[in-house]
């Protein structure tokens, strides 16, 4: 799936397209992983590019641990 995001241009600066894809896949899985929509396996590979032990990092960053 392929999703457009518009944004305004003055906060075109902040992060590459690149980079704020990355994050705003991240961000989403670990919603869903919080909300016990997808697993640790499956919130990974929606991310994709991560290791586990780097996912689960950001979940206890954000103030979420792992279900197991």
């Known amino acids: 799936m392929q999703l ?3 944004l ?12 704020l894809a990355q994050t ?5 899985a670990i919603d869903l992983y919080r909300n016990g929509r997808l697993s ?3 919130a990974i590979e929606f991310v994709g590019q ?7 990092s950001e979940c206890r960053k954000r103030g ?3 279900n197991l």
């Open 8 to 19: 305004p241009e003055k906060y075109a600066f902040l992060q590459s397209p690149e980079e």
């Open 50 to 56: 991560m290791e586990r032990h780097e996912f689960l």
């Open 4 to 6: 457009t995001l518009e």
């Open 64 to 66: 979420r641990t792992s």
């Open 24 to 28: 705003l896949k991240l961000n989403t």
């Open 40 to 42: 640790v396996s499956a």
